[in-house]
């Protein structure tokens, strides 16, 4: 019986092989991607790896650029984006390997993007319904192969249906606005200028607009405080801080002055 142990990152692949490998990880090449082979207690292994994101949301039917746009899919991130190109060739290797494997173990970051990677490959990339799972939050030998050991039978559903929705509503949020914004240039001027907006990106830039707005908007009101120095450098000021009145603070300053102070 195979198992097949998908990570996240060559780095973190190298790792866990090593980590489990009951002798030494025996590291293989195949078409320009690196795996490993390792024995584990009895058992036959291959550790693999992605590159990130191996997939990504796409219009189903790109006809032209408009909005608003709900019809969308999980593409292969290389057939999505050409900059994306890369991830290919890790994605085909994935493939292969899964169809000599019976058992899928994901062992990408314990987090919402790291299960997303996770389900995307197992779904799409294995095409089974759900796999192992291994939860560590660093990448020592102990924690590796007691994750290993207690692996759970299933995804993190959860986290992997919470990644999921934030992927969908960054898309949804992301594409329309821009589109809107940029149409609504084009056709108010004539001119084309590529507006970019989003579920963070416009909160983030109402946020700094305000607070850019209250700093032109101040005025600067004279004020005055008081306070004492020893010799130590110790530095106190009066329980009253800012003094807006000057009569006030002068009546206060007359008052303490040529005192001696005792802490």
Known sequence: MTELIICEKPSSMEKIAKALADNKASKKTDKGVSYYEISHNGKDIIVTCAVGHLYTLAEQNKSKWAYPIFDIEWKESSKASKSASYTKKYLDAIK??????????????FDLEGEVIGLNIVRF???RKDAYRMKFSTLTKDELTE?????SHHLDWPQAEAGETRHYLD???G???SRALTLAIKNSTGG??????????GPALKILSDKEREILGFKS???????IKTENDIIAMHKDDKFFD???AGDIFKKIKGHDATV
């Not at 292969?96 to 970051?109: Q, Y």
């Not at 994750?147 to 692996?151: D, L, N, Q, R």
């Not at 084309?192 to 990106?201: A, D, E, N, P």
Request: contains cysteine; hydrophobic residues 35%.
């Open 125 to 127: 990339a294995c095409n």
């Open 175 to 177: 594409i329309n606005l």
């Open 192 to 201: 084309f200028k590529l507006m970019s907006s989003g579920r963070v990106q």
């Open 171 to 173: 898309y949804y949020y």
């Open 246 to 248: 000057g009569k006030k």
């Open 96 to 109: 292969r390997l899964a169809k000599d494997s019976e058992t899928i173990i994901v062992s990408t970051d």
């Open 147 to 151: 994750s290993y050991e207690h692996a």
């Open 221 to 227: 009101v004279p004020f005055w405080q008081i306070g």
